[in-house]
C-alpha cells in the first residue's frame, strides 16, 4: 500500500472503470486458464466482494419465486442472500465426491429449478470436491433440465491439486465463475471477480453500475501488485504447508475428544466434523458464547436442519487455546 501511494501513475481516488482495473482482469485470465477456463479479460468483471458477485448473478438471473438448489449443507449466506431475493431454496445431501446425483435429479424432476449454487473445491462447509465422475454427469443433468450453475471458487487457491471445474468442462454456457480474495489475503480487501458468457456481460455491468456503481480501486490495484509480482504465490505456498502441517494435529487432539471428521479434506481450513452421540452443536456454541469463543454449529448450514450433531471447525482458529479449552470442559 506503501508503494502504491507514492505511484503518481495509480490514481486511488477516483472511481473504477465499470468492468474493473483492466491488466488485473488479464491476470485473472491466465489464472483461470491454469484451471481450464477460458474466460478473456472482456469475459471477465471485477466486484467488490464474492459476495456481491453472488448478489449481481442472483439479481440478474432470478426472479422472485423461483427455486433454487443449494448443497445441504452449504454456506449459511447463500441461504441469507437467496432469501433476500425472494425465492424457494431447495437442498441436495452433500457426499465427499459432490452432490448426491440422485437426489440431485429428483430435484431437478420435482422443483424445476432455475440455479443451483455450490463450491466445487474445498466445499464450505465440508472441505469436500468434486470428482470428475459427479462432474460430468451433474453438468450432464443441468443441460437436460436446463439448469445453471454459479461455481463459487473462492477456496481455489488452498489447493495442492487442483480439482475439475465445472465451468472448465461446460465451457461458461450454463456455468458463471466466481472468485474472491478475502479468505486467501484478508477479509478487508474487497475485490471480487465474475468469468461469465461474453452476451451476459453488458447487462451485468448495468446491474453494476445501478447497485454498487464501482468497486474498490484500492483493493484491486493492490491485488494487482501482489499477483503480478509473485508474492502471493509465495503466500499461498507457505499458507499451504501451514494448513497441511496443523491439520493432522488438530483432528488427533478433536479425535481425543470425540470429534470425528466426516470426510478429511484435501486442503483447506474447513472440517466438517460429528460431534460426540448427544451433544447439541446449538447448544454447545452456546454454552461456548458464554466464554467469549463462537463456534459453528452444523444447523448454521443446514437449509433441512438435519445437522444438530456436526459442527465445521476451521483449523486455523483452532491454534487459539481457548478454543480448545472450551471444547475440552464442555465435552469433557
Known amino acids: 500500500m506503501r508503494t502504491l501511494a507514492r505511484d503518481e501513475r495509480v490514481n486511488l481516488t477516483e472511481y473504477a472503470t465499470p468492468m474493473g482495473h483492466a491488466p488485473l482482469r488479464q491476470i ?32 440478474f438471473l432470478l426472479t422472485p419465486g423461483d427455486t433454487v438448489l443449494v448443497d445441504d449443507p452449504c ?21 465427499p ?30 472441505g469436500a470436491t468434486l470428482s470428475p465422475l459427479t462432474a460430468h454427469r451433474l453438468l450432464k443433468l443441468a443441460q437436460a433440465h436446463d439448469l445453471l450453475i454459479i461455481e463459487d471458487d473462492i477456496y481455489a487457491d488452498f489447493e495442492h491439486n487442483p480439482a475439475p471445474r465445472l465451468a472448465a468442462f461446460d465451457g461458461l454456457d450454463r456455468v458463471i465463475h466466481i472468485g474472491s480474495f478475502s479468505k486467501t489475503l484478508s477479509a478487508a480487501i474487497r475485490c471480487g471477480f465474475i468469468a461469465v458468457r461474453a452476451d451476459w456481460l453488458a447487462p451485468l455491468i ?44 488438530i483432528l488427533k487432539t478433536l479425535a481425543s475428544l470425540g470429534i470425528q471428521p ?38 448454521a448450514f443446514s437449509l433441512s436442519q438435519t445437522a444438530g450433531g456436526f459442527m465445521r471447525v476451521n483449523i486455523a482458529q483452532m491454534q487459539d487455546n481457548a478454543v480448545m479449552d472450551t471444547l475440552k470442559r464442555k465435552l469433557g
Open 28 to 59: 485473472l485470465s491466465r489464472r483461470l486458464s491454469e484451471h481450464g477456463i477460458e474466460a478473456g479479460p472482456q469475459q471477465i468483471l471485477l466486484t467488490g466482494s464474492g459476495t456481491q458477485a453472488i448478489d449481481l448473478l442472483c439479481r
Open 262 to 299: 466426516w470426510h478429511v479434506p484435501q486442503a483447506g481450513m474447513f472440517v466438517w466434523c460429528a460431534l460426540p452421540a448427544g451433544v447439541d452443536a446449538s447448544e454447545l456454541a452456546r454454552q461456548a458464547l458464554t466464554e467469549r469463543v463462537v463456534l459453528a454449529p452444523g444447523n
Open 75 to 95: 454456506y449459511f449466506n447463500f441461504l441469507a442472500q437467496l432469501r433476500a431475493h425472494r425465492v424457494t431454496v431447495v437442498g441436495v445431501p452433500v457426499t
Open 206 to 249: 448495468d446491474l453494476k453500475i445501478a447497485t454498487a456503481f464501482s468497486h474498490d480501486p484500492l483493493s484491486a490495484e493492490v491485488l494487482y501488485h501482489l499477483l503480478s509480482g509473485g508474492h502471493y504465490r509465495k503466500h499461498m505456498a507457505d499458507v499451504r504447508e501451514r494448513l497441511a502441517h496443523l491439520r493432522p494435529r
Open 97 to 126: 465426491n459432490g452432490p448426491d446425483l440422485n437426489a440431485f435429479a429428483d430435484a431437478l424432476i420435482a422443483h424445476k429449478p432455475r440455479l443451483y449454487i455450490t463450491n466445487t473445491a474445498l466445499h464450505n462447509p465440508t
